[in-house]
């Protein structure tokens, strides 16, 4: 069974951090690089962080610098560590494979976390 259940979102303040948690599949995470993905209002969705089964990242100029992703392989957890909020980094936040994963000729997402950061 697919899963992806994201966790950690709220409200957050400019300047201010948090830490977002995704629960992953085994047979998923043990095979694919992960991402965080974030949709807000009015625009597309986009790719922020990846980390590979080895641990490489790579991160969208964006959140550069102010969001770390990690992963625990004995969890199958990956993480976004956010700081240095912007209000601007206010969406829908997504944990999914990188590219997404497809399944029955869509591609899955989870229910997402909902990330609001005032100002």
């Known amino acids: 069974q697919v899963q992806l259940v994201e966790s950690g979102g709220g409200l957050g303040q400019a300047g201010g951090s948090l830490r977002l948690s995704c629960a992953v599949s085994?047979?998923?995470?043990?095979?694919?690089?992960m991402g965080w993905y974030r949709q807000a209002p009015g625009k597309q969705r986009e790719l922020l962080a990846r980390?590979?089964?080895?641990?490489?990242?790579n991160y969208a100029d964006s959140v550069k610098g102010r969001f770390t992703i990690s992963r625990d392989n004995a969890k199958n957890t990956v993480y976004l560590q956010m700081n240095s909020l912007k209000p601007e980094d206010t969406a829908v936040y997504y944990c999914?494979?990188?590219?997404?994963?497809?399944?029955?000729?869509?591609?899955?997402w989870g229910q997402g976390t909902q990330v609001t950061v005032s100002s």
């Open positions: 999914n494979t990188d590219p997404p994963l497809w399944v029955n000729a869509r591609i899955f």
């Open positions: 085994g047979s998923i995470f043990s095979i694919n690089a």
């Open positions: 980390i590979t089964r080895g641990g490489s990242t």
